[in-house]
């Protein structure tokens, strides 16, 4: 049955509540014409309700042209996508081009049970159709019959990579669980992460913006009438403003008591409620994004599909994958635990898309270390039991020293600087200086790793965040060796590769202090591997090359 | 860090630091000597180019040195590039584009209009046998 519907079908439109959803956004983007009309209807002035009218109207009659003209259909492999009206759009996809096929719902979708879908191809920074938004059924035939052609024949234009994985496809229809994370997993890695304080740190930045900078420090005392002024003027509630009364109070009361041993202990038990109250912020963000996680193969792809209000689904064909970034914060490593993010071709570095974002950069948001091997053998099979097979190269002879001078050399600034101030303080600070950080530079000349295998690159480096990228020759766009003038002073240099990976890992592979000579020979051998494989002229090839 | 501490040392003094200020314009017009006749050619002398049947590779620079390597099917196509000062010259750039993210672009500079012109037309002569991306072929439209 999927065969037939692949080669041809009649046009699909997007589901009817599609006008609702399309109507709602686009007066979420004229958000102040319409507080205008709003508050223009609540005074009974006819302005307000003029404007009010008049956008309305162009909102509805957009939403309405757009589910009017929007139009979607498969034939002969391809995806193709009518839409507009003065600005008409034909768009042809290929579906062999086609990366990932996302699905985002939040709570009135799933009421409604409809989704947004995007469809995504390597070329871009947008997704080349937005559907806004179908019923969940069309969305599970539009994946079926793209996995179908996927794993057919008729994929002609497939990358040399994808045959590597094994040809299971056309068996392997029904999708096989890989991963299911429990909620206590979920709340945990929450518990463990720093969501909260990149929140709350973003919630202070603002607030500080807001008013904190002058009324707040500029006034003598926190009495009532200032309290009155900051709720008239500030744009915060009342409850807020208690807090920072409260807060208020606790410092001054800190500040005439600095060395009572109950301050210090005020001190310690707010810090720990901040702590604690910020860890459940995170544990709160990762519950919402990543309750119910389920990580799913579907013949030569994963899908993943995730979320308590707002869920999102994600499907990856694993012959895209340009790399893949085990990473582990330090506490996370701690607790025995690691997320995995991957790289495709296409899409934006930080891309804020809910389903882009879960596919790759929250591909598996946390996952027993243990698990990891299996995981990987998943994604692809030349990593089976990577970690007993893996050779890590060895480091150049002067990597410790080499980062401790650098140490050295701020060390030596900063505490002469203090000199000039307190020789006591200088020597002190510059003394405790270099113990940290000849035990800093142990640990990070013992955390950078790298291994060369006969399918690709793997690269470790961090010493609070690790992070382990793996890659593959048949994905790698061009090698490098640098030097910069400390490197030839220590007979080192650095190699990097580059691939169309985007970036959600944001770890890049460039090996730093690698021994000049080992490095020459390491980029020999990659450039070997990176060649097409042609018997004979290999050898006399890379002789050249070298 | 010499230098701070020499400041601190001289700083009462106001004629040292009119000594200062023409050590440090001896030094800027040195430099500028050097860059004006030796760096030159120094630089000439570290940069080169080869063209291998799979692949192109470009070598430059003398403090900070860069070796790449580029294999033939993954240049998605090429640019010659010329400045006003280059063509005084007759000679332009070679812009190599990549799909990769953090050097898309890899630019072989100063080379005779002719070299750069035929260098183009032999990278852009994919292999046969090679069947090109979807990925790569998307970027290039």
Known sequence: MIASTANSQSSRRLHPVSLLFEFASILRANVIPTIAAIVGTSRGG???????????????????????????????????VDSGLINRVHRTVPLSRI???????????????VGEVRVETASGKEPEAVMRVIAIKEYSQLRNELLSFRNSG????????????????????????????????????????????VIAGLAIGFLWQQRFSDKWFASEGWDKESVRESIREGAQGSASSQAIRWVRGLVEYLGTHTSSPSAILLVLIGLLIVFAVLRTFSATWYLLKFYGYRLERIGDSVHVRCGLLTKVSATIPLGRIQLISIQQKWLIRKFGLSSIRIETAGGEKESDDAASSIGRKWFVPIVDHSD???????????LDRLDERIEWQPQAAGTKSRMFRSILVITTGVSLTLCYWSIVTG???????????????????????????????????????R????????????????????????????????TAASGPADHRIEIKYLDVERANSELRAIIQAV????????EKLVAEVA | MGWLVFGLAIRQSFDAWQWLFLILIGIVVAMLVWAATFFPR?????????????GFEIRRGIWWRHRIFIPRDRIQHTDVHQGPMQRAYGLASLVLNTGGTHEPSITLEGIEIPVAESLREQLSKRDSSQVPSAAQADAVA
């Not at chain 1, 302005?47 to 259909?73: D, L």
């Not at chain 1, 990366?99 to 049970?113: A, K, M, P, V, Y």
């Open chain 1, 467 to 498: 992070k382990t990228s793996i890659t593959f020759f048949d994905k790698l766009q061009s090698v490098a060796l640098n030097q910069s003038p400390f490197d030839q002073g220590w007979k080192m240099a650095t190699l990097k590769v580059d």
């Open chain 1, 154 to 197: 008729l994929d002609e234009l497939r990358e040399e990579n994808v045959e590597q994985m094994p040809v299971s496809g056309s068996q392997t229809k029904a999708p096989e669980l890989i991963l299911a994370l429990p909620t206590r997993l979920v709340l945990l890695a929450g518990f463990l992460s720093n969501r909260g304080e």
């Open chain 2, 42 to 54: 120094r630089s000439f002398l570290a940069s080169s180019w080869r063209l291998h049947p799979h």
């Open chain 1, 372 to 382: 990891v091997p299996r995981l990987l053998a998943i994604l692809d099979p030349r």
């Open chain 1, 531 to 538: 060649l097409p494989r042609m018997a004979g002229t290999q």
């Open chain 1, 427 to 465: 020597l002190l600070f510059g003394a405790a200086f270099v113990v940290l950080g000849w035990m800093y530079v142990g640990k990070k000349a013992k955390s950078l790793r790298y291994a060369r295998t006969e399918w690709g690159l793997v690269y470790r480096s961090g010493t609070w965040e």
């Open chain 1, 99 to 113: 990366q990932n096929i996302d699905l985002s719902q939040n709570l009135f979708h799933r009421i409604l049970g």
């Open chain 1, 46 to 80: 006819w302005v307000g309700i003029v404007v009010g009218a008049v956008v309305f109207g162009i909102s509805a009659a957009v939403a309405i042209i757009r589910y009017v003209t929007f139009r979607y259909r498969i034939s002969n492999g391809e995806l193709i």
